[in-house]
């Protein structure tokens, strides 16, 4: 395993997909490196690519609200994606995609050591916690590998897109906080 230091400069000279050429920025990931709570996303969008920070456009302010209603900010916590590079047109990103990235997010996780790892949408799910996870069914239930328990929610962005999803995204938000407590 890589530090930090390491970790953050062998990403940013990453080559190991495609996604790598079209980038305009590495979205490495940001928040408190000893946080207890660890929101994983699928990939950066476009802002996220231009401006190099994970969860910056309307999901970013989303997710944002949804950390407010449980008593936690942006710096109490640590965001980061399955994938570093935007995937063309917000594209999911592909299984080879997140198999070349995937060690690196490990790394973070075993940097962190976070007491909840949430994930945010069916593909961080579906690669986090189970591939056949159902995120319809599932989400805001836990289940425990070693000392974390994971758990997933609705992607901001689908909660946008679909706001009846909204009461149960913050519901999720609020079993959070009672794990943490």
Excluded at 48 to 55: A, I, Q, V
Excluded at 140 to 164: I, Q, S, W
Aim: aromatic letters at 6%; charged letters at 25%; hydrophobic letters at 40%.
């Amino acid at each position: 395993m890589l530090d930090w230091d390491a970790l953050e400069k062998t990403c940013h000279s990453c080559q190991n997909c495609a996604l790598g050429e079209t980038r305009t920025n590495v979205v490495f990931g940001t928040g408190d490196r000893n946080a207890k709570v660890m929101f994983i996303g699928e990939g950066p969008g476009e802002q996220e690519d231009l401006r190099g920070e994970p969860f910056v456009g309307r999901a970013g302010q989303l997710l944002d609200e949804m950390l407010a209603a449980i008593g936690l900010s942006r710096r109490q916590v640590y965001i980061a994606n399955i994938v570093k590079c935007r995937p063309p047109n917000n594209r999911d990103p592909l299984n080879i995609e997140q198999d070349a990235c995937i060690g690196y997010l490990r790394n973070q996780v075993y940097l962190i050591k976070p007491k909840i790892i949430v994930c945010l949408g069916r593909i961080a799910a579906m690669k986090i916690i189970r591939a056949d996870y159902k995120i319809t069914q599932e989400h805001g239930l836990f289940e425990k590998r070693g000392e974390t328990l994971l758990t997933a929610t609705f992607h901001p962005a689908f909660v946008l897109r679909d706001p009846r999803k909204r009461p149960d995204a913050f519901m999720d938000m609020c079993a959070i906080e009672d794990q943490l407590e």
